[in-house]
């Protein structure tokens, strides 16, 4: 899952500000825009050309990122899951994302006793 949250009121992410967020290396973060462009549209810098996400990109590669990683499928079929059940995959990913964030303070209570 996704080691950082994404900052409030920020509206773009450079790439290895993402590939931290992932947990992952800037050439999958990469990778992972040219492979799914119709998901993650990465924006270009004027003065020095470089990658930024905006919010919804982010989320899209986090989705990407439980699809492949987490889930074990292949990029097909994360491309697949994402074309047939966005909006379901959206809201299962959303309360997975909630319900891990839980149990880590749950357990960080549970440390600290």
Known sequence: MATT?????KLFYSISEVAGILGEKVSLVRFWTDYFPKFVKA?????????????AAVKNLQLIHYLV??????????ARRLEENKEGLDNRFEVITKLQGIRAELQQIYESM
């Open 43 to 55: 924006k270009r810098t004027r003065n020095k050309n470089n990658r930024i996400y905006d919010e």
């Open 69 to 78: 990683k987490e889930q074990g499928m292949t990029l097909e079929g994360a």
């Open 5 to 9: 949250e994404l900052q409030p009121g």
